[in-house]
């Protein structure tokens, strides 16, 4: 909710600063030049920590089904691989993140294909884990919706780069951030931008659907155990306390 929030907040100054035009920009665009930048860096920055910590959660809960349950249901390395998906995705929005698109545009491009793609094989790795754990983990209802998920984030990522990439070879324009429709490639970029939109709602659907199974894992708090630099001093101290509780 406040991802999105934030979106429109950088839409909104992006307009009003002239930054782009009104219409179909892409997510990166309202996100380019300052102010907005700063808001765009900040937000998704606080957003891959996040998708980073969801990964490694899920991660440990599948390690911990496939050691007690899935063993001979699903190998160690799909685990692995599956993970390492959702860690590269996470990397690639945080490149996306801290690289904008009008000054290091290779960098950015590479960040946000890394996102995308590896998001998708993440997405279509756990869609396959939630099959193998039914009905120890989740039910069938939870699987029809992820593969429906993952199909539409095939479908769109797919729809995000091939119409954009046609739509940049038919640009004539001088400033692709204000892109109108006599600067040529105008449909491609209004099918690529309009899905690229619809591809970040259906990435916060996917995760939203791990709420569910994330309340069945209980924490414990981690054992925390001191090296001490002055050991002599730390022994004494403890022989005093052992003598006031035998004292006692």
Same mark, same amino acid.
């Given at each position: 909710?406040?991802?999105?929030?934030?979106?429109?907040?950088?839409?909104?100054?992006?307009?009003q600063w002239d930054h782009v035009v009104p219409?179909?920009?892409?997510?990166?665009?309202?996100?380019?030049?300052?102010?907005?930048?700063?808001?765009?860096?900040?937000?998704?920055? *606080?957003? !891959?920590?996040?998708?980073?910590?969801? =990964? /490694? #959660? @899920?991660?440990?809960?599948?390690?911990?089904?496939?050691?007690?349950?899935?063993?001979?249901?699903?190998?160690?390395?799909?685990?692995?691989?599956?993970?390492?998906?959702?860690?590269?995705?996470?990397?690639?929005?945080?490149?996306?993140?801290?690289?904008?698109?009008?000054?290091?545009?290779?960098?950015?491009?590479?960040?946000a294909m890394t996102c995308f793609s590896a998001?998708?094989?993440?997405?279509?790795?756990?869609?396959?884990?939630?099959?193998?754990? *039914?009905? !120890?983990?989740?039910?069938?209802?939870? =699987? /029809? #919706? @992820?593969?429906?998920?993952?199909?539409?984030?095939?479908?769109?990522?797919?729809?995000?780069?091939?119409?954009?990439?046609?739509?940049?070879?038919?640009?004539?324009?001088?400033?692709?951030?204000?892109?109108?429709?006599?600067?040529?490639?105008?449909?491609?970029?209004?099918?690529?931008?309009?899905?690229?939109?619809v591809l970040a709602i259906v990435y916060c659907?996917?995760?939203?659907?791990?709420?569910?199974?994330?309340?069945?894992?209980?924490?414990?708090?981690?054992?925390?155990?001191?090296?001490?630099?002055?050991?002599?001093?730390?022994?004494?101290?403890?022989?005093?306390?052992?003598?006031?509780?035998?004292?006692?």
């Open positions: 909710m406040h991802l999105s929030n934030s979106s429109h907040f950088r839409y909104t100054i992006s307009v219409g179909f920009p892409y997510i990166s665009e309202t996100g380019t030049l300052s102010p907005e930048s700063c808001i765009f860096a900040q937000f998704l920055n *606080i957003a !891959a920590l996040l998708l980073a910590c969801c =990964v /490694y #959660i @899920r991660h440990r809960q599948v390690s911990q089904w496939q050691l007690e349950r899935g063993n001979d249901l699903v190998s160690r390395r799909i685990v692995v691989v599956t993970a390492w998906s959702g860690a590269l995705a996470c990397f690639g929005l945080d490149i996306l993140a801290n690289f904008q698109e009008a000054r290091v545009v290779a960098a950015h491009m590479i960040g998001g998708t094989v993440y997405f279509c790795l756990q869609t396959y884990l939630s099959h193998k754990m *039914i009905p !120890a983990v989740n039910g069938r209802i939870v =699987v /029809y #919706i @992820r593969v429906a998920l993952s199909v539409m984030t095939l479908i769109l990522t797919v729809a995000t780069i091939i119409p954009g990439y046609i739509s940049m070879l038919e640009f004539q324009g001088n400033d692709y951030k204000k892109w109108l429709p006599t600067d040529g490639g105008w449909g491609w970029h209004v099918a690529s931008a309009i899905s690229e939109w659907a996917f995760l939203l659907t791990f709420v569910p199974e994330f309340r069945l894992i209980n924490f414990e708090d981690p054992v925390v155990t001191l090296i001490y630099l002055d050991k002599d001093q730390g022994a004494i101290l403890s022989h005093k306390l052992n003598q006031q509780v035998q004292g006692s």
